[in-house]
């Protein structure tokens, strides 16, 4: 690059939310850029993946990764070019991703699981932000690993058209069984069957979710991949067949905040009179398998069997408002922002 970057923007974690909106916590802040030191590389960030696992890291618990520290530029994965480099792996001018942050520039001082690596060929960037990435990895393990459907088997999946879920959802009905997907609103439930082929799609803000349920599923769920918890999670437990399988992946009805929710689940008993399973997933426990699930991703997508949809954000400005949108299902599938 002929001429390198000299200033960054970023956005700074400046105090903890203390309820479901994140936008004010966060300061908008320019720096200058510090020169490359040897072994290091200078992205441009052009895409940033909003996912609702980043409002977990806001707080100060535990959580399976450390909180973002008050100070700290966002924590967040994303997708740019190499624009000046003192790392032969990272060659100028090559499309990486990785952890890069809410800002323009990122600076990478290594690869693999958290580093910055290199976009494979063939493609598209901004995938490896969603269907080979975090998304896909997790919805491939949490359902062939923990929900191990057969077909024909009954198999449920909650935010069916988020990101996370449109992808479980279909890995489920590739493999021969009868999928049902949960969804907010005619235009999600209506690309949940029509783009993403299930065999049926439930609106939790209907008054009817659990005769529904009743309905599509007379002889029980077999499998439910719960990304939401709460009221939804509990009717799913009531509905379940002997034996079956609960993959708890994400609870984006609690909105993540730091102080836990008034009820818990009530009905938990079922899963002992149905001698049910409940199992939670972080991706990367399955890292000695990542090759695995990407080459069924790749297979998948490459015959025409994923369907794909995102929502676009334009602009860094825009960051913390896609996080508070994904709370109030703002986003038909994978959220990402164009810087």
């Known amino acids: 690059m002929a001429n390198p970057p000299t200033h960054n923007r970023r956005w700074v974690l400046?105090?903890?939310p203390q309820g479901r909106t994140v936008s004010s916590c966060f300061d908008l802040q320019a720096e200058e850029l510090s020169p490359l030191q040897p072994g290091e590389a200078r992205v441009?960030?052009?895409w940033l993946s909003i996912d609702p696992t980043q409002r977990g890291w806001l707080n100060p618990g535990a959580n399976y990764r450390a909180p973002v520290?008050?100070?700290e530029v966002m924590r967040g994965a994303g997708v740019g070019t190499i624009v000046e480099s003192d790392d032969e792996g990272?060659?100028?001018?090559?499309?990486v991703y990785g952890e890069l942050?809410?800002?323009?520039?990122a600076t990478a001082s290594g690869q693999g699981l958290f580093g910055v690596n290199v976009v494979?060929?063939?493609?598209?960037?901004?995938?490896?932000?969603?269907?080979?990435?975090t998304n896909g990895l997790t919805a491939y393990f949490g359902m062939m690993g923990i929900g191990r459907p057969s077909p024909g088997d009954t198999v449920l999946v909650s935010a069916a058209a988020g990101a996370t879920g449109s992808i479980a959802s279909q890995i489920a009905r590739s493999l021969g069984c009868r999928t049902i997907g949960v969804a907010g609103g005619q235009e999600k439930c209506d690309w949940v069957r029509e783009a993403a082929g299930l065999d049926a799609c439930v609106d939790y803000r209907s008054d009817s979710v659990t005769e529904q349920l009743r309905d599509l599923a007379p002889d029980g769920i077999d499998v439910y991949f719960d990304n939401v918890g709460g009221e939804l999670l509990?009717?799913?437990?009531?509905?379940?067949?002997?034996?079956?399988?609960i993959v708890l992946c994400g609870a984006v009805a609690t909105g993540y905040e730091r102080d836990l929710p008034t009820a818990g689940i009530r009905n938990y008993m079922q899963l002992g009179l149905r001698r049910a399973r409940m199992e939670g997933l972080v991706f990367f426990d399955y890292l000695d398998r990542f090759p695995e699930a990407l080459a069924h991703l790749s297979g998948m997508f490459g015959r025409g069997e994923l369907a794909v949809t995102e929502t676009i954000a334009e602009g860094l400005e825009a960051a913390p408002g896609a996080l508070d949108g994904l709370f109030a299902g703002a986003?038909?599938?994978k959220q990402l922002v164009r810087l």
Request: hydrophobic letters at 35%; a negative charge; aromatic letters at 6%.
């Open 101 to 105: 942050g809410w800002q323009s520039y």
């Open 44 to 46: 441009r960030v052009e």
């Open 234 to 245: 509990e009717t799913a437990i009531d509905n379940l067949a002997d034996h079956g399988r």
């Open 14 to 16: 400046e105090a903890r």
């Open 69 to 71: 520290e008050i100070g």
């Open 90 to 95: 990272l060659p100028v001018g090559a499309k």
């Open 331 to 333: 986003n038909l599938g």
């Open 120 to 133: 494979p060929d063939g493609i598209e960037p901004r995938h490896m932000l969603s269907v080979f990435g």
